[in-house]
């Protein structure tokens, strides 16, 4: 992967902090949720519930395609990633550890001390590490539908 596309990649996911994310279900359906978050380089990290449908899904099947996005009025000005990855558990405690510390760094608005919860440990969440394979990064103002494709899983 070339710089320019290294650095448009790592603007993109800095800009964000939520995703869709689609997993397959045991009967085969694909399910998309929203889920918010966290990176180091292009390994995305996210969270959720022990026994959520998405932690199920996972079980079952690791692939999952995830778009990271925003709205905007100006049709040129579109731009996003899309990836096929790999999803799977966070079970080193510190490494967990270190993505919740991440996503709170994610939300330096946010004053923990006022939620109406406290922070999840990491035995209280399902933590997802996702690699790339295929990231497809979306940009209009190349042109219409303009998207670059980096295989990883040829490198």
């Not at 998405?54 to 778009?67: C, E, M, Q």
């Not at 608005?109 to 497809?136: C, G, N």
Request: aromatic share 6%; charged share 25%.
């Amino acid at each position: 992967m070339d710089e320019a596309l290294r650095k448009k990649i790592q603007s993109l996911l800095d800009e964000h902090r939520i995703m869709s994310i689609a997993t397959l279900r045991e009967d085969g359906w694909p399910q998309v949720t929203t889920v918010g978050y966290v990176h180091e380089g292009i390994t995305l990290y996210f969270l959720c519930g022990l026994d959520s449908q998405k932690a199920r899904n996972l079980a079952h099947d690791n692939r999952v395609s995830l778009t990271i996005d925003h709205d905007t009025s100006d049709l040129m000005a579109i731009s996003g990633l899309s990836m096929a990855a790999h999803a799977e558990p966070v079970v080193d405690r510190d490494e967990a550890q270190k993505v919740l510390d991440l996503l709170v760094q994610a939300y330096p608005e946010q004053d923990t001390a006022k939620l109406d919860m406290e922070m999840p440990s990491p035995e209280d969440v399902r933590i997802f590490r996702v690699t790339p394979t295929v990231i497809s990064v979306l940009d209009y103002s190349k042109g219409f539908g303009h998207t670059d494709l980096v295989d990883l899983s040829v490198a």
